[in-house]
């Protein structure tokens, strides 16, 4: 069984940065698309980013365009999510998911696996 383990969650100010990191174990990593959520309280679940098996292709919402960037490191089996120029709007918890497709996957119903989130808040 796929499990995944999100970290590097926290407090940060506006217009700071962060790296969330997720940890796959269980499967094999390269067979897997990987793809970052985030949810606030009362507001559903939403799509980040997505990066294919490979690494070569990625998907971003508009609004993270230039700020955030997604990466894998399939010799260590993990995904990253570098955050910068963080707004308040930022603030949820984050989700990393898995999907044993080739191409990034940008819907919630596509992912078969998912962590247990980390928090980020971002200050004003």
């Known amino acids: 069984q796929v499990q995944l383990v999100e970290s590097g969650g926290g407090l940060v100010q506006a217009g700071g940065s962060l790296r969330l990191s997720c940890a796959f174990s269980?499967?094999?990593?390269?067979?897997?698309?990987l793809g970052w959520f985030r949810q606030a309280p009362g507001k559903e679940r939403e799509f980040v980013a997505a990066?294919?098996?490979?690494?070569?292709?990625?998907y971003y919402v508009g609004s993270m365009k230039g700020r955030f960037t997604i990466s894998r490191d399939n010799a260590k089996n993990m995904v990253y999510l570098q955050m910068n120029s963080l707004k308040p709007e930022d603030t949820a918890v984050y989700y990393c998911?898995?999907?044993?497709?080739?191409?990034?996957?940008?819907?919630?119903?596509?992912?078969?696996?998912w962590g247990q989130g980390t928090q980020v808040t971002v200050s004003s």
């Open positions: 269980g499967r094999t990593f390269m067979n897997y698309a």
């Open positions: 990066i294919s098996r490979g690494g070569s292709n990625t």
């Open positions: 998911a898995a999907t044993r497709t080739i191409t990034a996957q940008r819907d919630v119903q596509s992912y078969d696996y």
